[in-house]
C-alpha cells in the first residue's frame, strides 16, 4: 500500500510540474535566434515561477505562449539580434530592473 501511495505522490507531482511548463527553456530555440552571438540562454522557468507569479510574464494566469511585454501588452519579440532588441528592451531588462535582479542587465547573467 506504500509503494502505491509513494507511487501516485510521483505521477501527482510530475503532472503538477508539466502542466506548469517545462523547468528550463533553451530562449535561441523558443524565439527562433538564427545566428547567436552569445551563449543562448537556458532560461530557469522553475526559478522564475518560484519568485513570480504567472501573470509577471503572462498573459494569462496559467501561463502558455503569450508573454506580456514591460507595456503590459501582449509581447512579440520580432528578431532577435545583438542586444538591441525588444526581448531585452520590452521583456527582460525592465523586469530584471523592477526586481532589481543582481547584474540583471550584465550579459553574463543569463548567457552562460
Same mark, same amino acid.
Given at each position: 500500500?506504500?509503494?502505491?501511495?509513494?507511487?501516485?505522490?510521483?505521477?501527482?507531482?510530475?503532472?503538477?510540474?508539466?502542466?506548469?511548463?517545462?523547468?528550463?527553456? /533553451? $530562449?535561441?530555440? *523558443?524565439?527562433?535566434? &538564427?545566428?547567436?552571438?552569445?551563449?543562448?540562454v537556458m532560461f530557469p522557468h @522553475?526559478?522564475?515561477?518560484?519568485?513570480?507569479?504567472?501573470?509577471?510574464?503572462?498573459?494569462?494566469?496559467?501561463?502558455?505562449? /503569450? $508573454?506580456?511585454? *514591460?507595456?503590459?501588452? &501582449?509581447?512579440?519579440?520580432?528578431?532577435?539580434?545583438?542586444?538591441?532588441? @525588444?526581448l531585452h528592451k520590452n521583456f527582460?531588462?525592465?523586469?530584471?530592473?523592477?526586481?532589481?535582479?543582481?547584474?540583471?542587465?550584465?550579459?553574463?547573467?543569463?548567457?552562460k
Open positions: 500500500m506504500k509503494k502505491l501511495v509513494v507511487a501516485l505522490s510521483m505521477v501527482a507531482f510530475a503532472a503538477i510540474a508539466f502542466a506548469n511548463g517545462p523547468e528550463t527553456i /533553451d $530562449l535561441s530555440k *523558443a524565439f527562433n535566434v &538564427k545566428s547567436p552571438t552569445k551563449k543562448a @522553475a526559478l522564475h515561477q518560484k519568485n513570480n507569479q504567472c501573470t509577471d510574464c503572462h498573459m494569462d494566469a496559467k501561463g502558455g505562449k /503569450d $508573454l506580456k511585454g *514591460a507595456d503590459g501588452k &501582449k509581447f512579440v519579440a520580432g528578431e532577435v539580434k545583438g542586444t538591441a532588441n @525588444a527582460c531588462w525592465p523586469c530584471h530592473e523592477k526586481k532589481q535582479v543582481k547584474a540583471g542587465k550584465s550579459c553574463t547573467t543569463c548567457h
